[in-house]
C-alpha cells in the first residue's frame, strides 16, 4: 500500500487572500534551558489544507465538530481538470465516480459544475486551490455545495498523485464550534501491487 500526504506544510501554507497568515512562537526552548520545546500557535481555520463545514457560509449550518466523518474517510477519485469546470464537464467526470472528488490541477468548480455534484449525491469535493469556485467571488459555489452538506477539502496538493481510486482520510481537528478546521489529509493506495 502507498500512502500520498496531499496535505500542506502549514507555516509554508498558501493563503487566501485577507485571511491571517499561520505564525508560531516557540513558548520554551531546550537549548535555552526549558525543560521541553513547546510551541505556540496562531492561525485561522482555513490556512494550509482543510475543511470548510457549513457554518462557514451559513449561520444555523453545522459547525466542524458537527460533521459526519463518514464523508471525509472513504473511496474518493482524483480526477486532473485544468480550466473552469462546465455542468457537462462534471456531469461526465463523475460518471462511475465515488462521491468523494479530488480535483488535481487547476480546476474551478462553476455553479453548474456544483449543482451537478448535488445532483450526483457527491459529499466531498476538494481542490488544490484555497477556496472552492472562482478565487474572486466563491460564495454562490458555496452556498450551493454547503446548503446540501457537502464537504469542502481546499488547498490540497495531488501532484505526485495519479489519477485514480483511493481511500481518503481527511478528518479535520475537532474545534468545537469552528466553521472550518486544518486536517492532515492522506491517501492511500488502493491498488494491491503498490
Not at 494550509?48 to 449550518?61: M, Q
Not at 486551490?129 to 466563491?138: A, F, K, L, Y
Amino acid at each position: 500500500m502507498k500512502i500520498y500526504d496531499i496535505s500542506q506544510e502549514l507555516f509554508s501554507c498558501c493563503v487566501f487572500p485577507g485571511d491571517p497568515a499561520p505564525a508560531r512562537e516557540r513558548v520554551l526552548e531546550i537549548k535555552k534551558g526549558d525543560s521541553c520545546n513547546l510551541t505556540s500557535l496562531s492561525m485561522c481555520a482555513h490556512n494550509g489544507t482543510h475543511v470548510d463545514a457549513p457554518y462557514h457560509f451559513y449561520a444555523d449550518g453545522k459547525t466542524v465538530d458537527q460533521l459526519d466523518l463518514s464523508k471525509l474517510v472513504g473511496e474518493a477519485q482524483v480526477i486532473a481538470f485544468d480550466g473552469e469546470l462546465s455542468g457537462e464537464d462534471m456531469e461526465r467526470l463523475l460518471c462511475g465516480a465515488p462521491p468523494r472528488i479530488l480535483l488535481k490541477g487547476k480546476a474551478v468548480v462553476t455553479l453548474e459544475a456544483a449543482k451537478a455534484m448535488n445532483r450526483h449525491g457527491v459529499v466531498l469535493v476538494g481542490v488544490e486551490s484555497q477556496t472552492v469556485g472562482p478565487e474572486d467571488g466563491p460564495r454562490a459555489v458555496h452556498l450551493e455545495l454547503l446548503g446540501q452538506e457537502v464537504v469542502l477539502l481546499e488547498g490540497i496538493r495531488l501532484g505526485e498523485v495519479p489519477e485514480g481510486k483511493y481511500l481518503l482520510n481527511a478528518a479535520p481537528l475537532n474545534l468545537g464550534g469552528a466553521d472550518g478546521a486544518p486536517c492532515r489529509a492522506l491517501l492511500l493506495s488502493m491498488d494491491e501491487g503498490a
